[in-house]
């Protein structure tokens, strides 16, 4: 190092980056976070953080203040002190193909190559495919043959709404290094953490770059599994949330990624489950299964129009459909990949008309959907409406008066897709209730039996 103090830059304010960015900062190290985008620099600039993240924006204002945080696009002379540097850039699938496009990681490296002065540790924080980090440096190599320095790969696990407490408290840390100079270095970097016993695996890059794949694949895995099991309970009479909590209970497979929903989507398991699916077949070892959870997880997010259509008798044309939530989760106003981005526009496609509320996505909403009335709250989308139809589990829904939404409904029911009412709850609030993988409720008036089984969608 060039003194006694840990000098860290990293490069790209995005979620990756700049939760990084902000958490290393907190650890008390200097760190100087890169960007080339001069909206976002004048947003953080001016106090303001351009993400919906829990937690970011007191970590950014305290450590912005005590001068240990900086935001320039200024990168020579960020890398030129630093003694780690992170890329953290983005690493898109390319069009058209299942590939991660990672000219932006590439051209960092060009970049860092030139500017780098005394030993550094390049670091690979973006998802990246294996292989890349041996790429990067041999990238580097040519820009710079004197160069001193070594890469590395440090994949991340940060949920999106949850990113600032999984750094600071995380399962574990992984890093793939190829030298013992790297291993010391990112050592020292992550003792905060290890200091607190944290877990720091130590692999090759390898390694590192295909743990952070096999671990989001798994777990998408696991989402698409207990989907099409709920599918089966359905069509049997029995109840997911039973299931799921006797297999959950298991310690070999525990309760976490066991509750159905309209599919995966967001940042990473739609894209690094395609980009291990081209790697796998990159390197002649097919991963079929993988592949399969693709499939399923598509086919799920184009059948939940089946099921409202289904709710409200069978016929969308002329009705109104209220929608709760286009976060692709809680906690976040990231609509990539989301269940709405198909949900709406085949509702749309098959005559309804469409009205929205989320408490933080809406934004991002009116930038993508066209036609769509953005309602104040829960209780203004749902006037006037065939249907309401729960998207997103944010806890602000699972408060809902469920009896004063009806009363302002023209059909009262209410397609749950996140499971966040109790049966009893649903079966007492005069609506007709459908949810994943349990008996719907039908009101008394209008049924003999008020609980029948749901017919599941195409997957």
């Known amino acids: 190092m060039r003194d006694s103090f840990m000098k860290i830059t990293v490069i790209g304010a995005g979620y990756v980056g700049l939760v990084s960015a902000a958490c290393f900062s907190d650890f008390g ?34 450590n912005r203040a005590a001068g240990r945080l900086i ?27 299942d590939a991660a496009d990672l000219s932006y990681v590439y051209a960092a490296g060009e970049e860092i190559a030139r500017a780098m002065k005394g030993f550094t540790v390049i670091v690979t924080k973006s998802t990246v495919p ?69 877990p720091l695996l130590v692999t090759t890059c390898e390694a590192a770059e295909i743990i952070k794949y096999a671990a989001n694949t798994f777990l998408a895995t696991r989402i698409a599994f207990v989907n099409q099991l709920a599918d089966l309970c359905e069509k049997v009479g029995a109840d997911i949330e039973d299931v799921a909590r006797g ?35 990159q390197q002649g070892k097919p991963f079929s299964i993988v592949e399969n959870v693709i499939a399923a997880n598509e086919q799920r997010k184009m059948a939940l129009a089946d099921r409202i259509q289904q709710a409200v008798g069978g016929e969308l044309a002329g009705k109104r459909v209220a929608l709760l939530g286009i976060a692709f989760k809680a906690e976040t106003d990231d609509i990539r990949d989301a269940a709405a981005l198909t949900v709406i526009p085949e509702l749309q496609r098959r005559g309804a008309a469409v009205a929205a509320f989320d408490p933080v996505a809406m934004d991002n909403g009116r930038q993508t959907f066209q036609s769509v009335q953005w309602c104040a ?44 009412f109790p049966i009893a709850d649903a079966r007492s609030s005069g609506m007709a209730y459908h949810s994943i993988g349990r008996p ?20």
């Open 29 to 62: 190290y200097e760190v100087t976070c890169v960007d080339r985008d001069p909206r976002k620099l004048a947003l953080l600039e001016g106090g303001k953080i351009p993400i919906y993240e829990q937690g970011l924006e007191p970590i950014v204002s305290a």
């Open 71 to 97: 935001f320039t696009d200024r990168l020579q002379d960020a890398v030129a002190e630093a003694d780690v540097v992170l890329i953290a850039v983005g690493t898109p699938t390319r069009e058209g193909e």
């Open 130 to 198: 294996v292989g890349t980090a041996a790429k990067l440096r041999e990238i580097m190599a040519k820009v710079r043959p004197d160069g001193d320095f070594e890469v590395a790969s440090n994949p991340e696990f940060m949920r999106e709404g949850s990113a600032v407490e999984d750094f600071l408290r995380p399962d574990r840390v992984v890093v793939g290094v190829s030298s013992e100079r790297a291993e010391r270095m990112l050592s020292q970097l992550y003792r905060p953490l290890t200091a607190k016993n944290v």
């Open 247 to 281: 297999m959950g209970l298991d310690k070999r497979i525990g309760l976490q990624f066991l509750s159905p929903g309209p599919g995966f989507g967001g940042t990473c398991f739609p894209k690094d489950t395609r980009a291990l699916v081209h790697t796998a077949r």
């Open 377 to 420: 709250d829960a209780y203004s989308a749902a006037i006037g409406a065939d249907a309401v139809v729960i998207l997103t589990e944010w806890n602000v829904f699972r408060g809902l008066d469920l009896k004063r939404m009806a009363r302002d409904m023209r059909q009262p029911v209410l397609v749950d897709f996140r499971n966040l």
């Open 440 to 459: 719907s409720v039908v009101p008394e008036a209008d049924q003999k039996a008020d609980i029948l089984p749901f017919k599941s969608g195409t997957v």
